[in-house]
């Protein structure tokens, strides 16, 4: 058979599956070919089912990495009666859910403590924005902004941080510090801060840096001393002397100490005055793990 006749002569077998119903049947009057027509496509239908039911049981736009998500936990903040705008920016930011277990991800906006392994937590949000902003609104700042004109935007200046964790709080602190250093004495998890900054540098381009040092944060970090701002936690029976050593004139330290009242602790906050005179208050009850020494 010359290529001529094979071009000419139909296609009989196999047939397209757009053509099967052109088959002729013996006996009846021969059919033209149907228009092809669209496949089916049985497991479509399954998977916009599933789809459906997805977006039944998550309204669109509102998944973990959503700016909306993070909104709702700052409206609860701002009920809980934190005010400073920049906290509440940093806190509509930084994606908390980066920062704990994958088995606790639909925690991570809630307004609790969470397990961070090792026998560590990441404190609820209240309490770390209650915290920071006792910092943002120190009464020394002003001897902050006269040092430093524009510094109004970091008013956490050269920044402290005792007990690094997962990084979350360090996350925020780089938001309103010019500079954090954070300190944390279990190396896994000042291996996992690490990695946590690392992913949101990658999320947030040009997120400010922290630096973090694995060390006993119970005697500070004296080589970047002193510090406008200094935050712990973790808590103990007294506040380490080498912390009110490194705190700046001007500067504030907040951080959960024992009451000496069966062990419940409070937040003890210290402000430098000018004249490097220290002046002790007290807040609110809180709950933290226990302050220790040396590294592990």
């Given at each position: ?293 040396g590294t592990r």
């Open positions: 058979m010359s290529q001529g006749e094979s071009e000419r002569k139909p296609r009989r077998f196999p047939l397209q599956l757009d053509r099967v119903s052109a088959v002729p049947v013996p006996g009846a009057a021969p059919r033209p070919f149907l228009q092809p027509r669209e496949l089916l496509r049985p497991q479509a239908p399954l998977q916009h089912a599933a789809q459906d039911r997805l977006r039944q049981t998550i309204p669109q736009g509102v998944g973990l990495d959503s700016v909306r998500v993070r909104r709702r936990m700052v409206e609860r903040l701002v009920a809980e009666g934190i005010s400073h705008p920049g906290l509440l920016d940093a806190f509509g930011q930084v994606p908390r859910h980066q920062f704990v277990d994958t088995a606790l991800v639909n925690q991570a906006y809630e307004d609790t403590s969470l397990p961070i392994g090792l026998g560590q937590t990441i404190s609820k949000p209240s309490v770390v924005a209650a915290m920071i902003q006792l910092l943002c609104v120190r009464p020394g700042l002003p001897v902050l902004a006269a040092a430093r004109p524009g510094s109004e935007a970091r008013p956490l200046g050269a920044c402290l941080e005792i007990g690094t964790g997962c990084g979350y709080q360090a996350a925020l602190l780089a938001h309103l510090a010019r500079q954090v250093v954070s300190i944390e004495r279990l190396r896994d998890l000042h291996h996992k801060a690490r990695q946590h900054l690392d992913q949101l540098r990658l999320t947030l381009p040009g997120w400010p840096d922290v630096r973090l040092v694995y060390g006993d944060g119970m005697v500070g970090h004296a080589p970047q001393a002193p510090y406008d701002t200094i935050i712990a936690a973790a808590g103990g029976s007294a506040l380490p002397q080498a912390w009110l050593d490194q705190l700046a004139p001007g500067g504030r330290l907040v951080a959960p100490t024992e009451d000496g009242r069966g062990g419940s602790q409070v937040l003890a906050i210290v402000d430098r005055l000018p004249d490097g005179s220290l002046q002790h208050s007290r807040a609110g009850a809180v709950l933290f793990v226990p302050l220790k020494s």
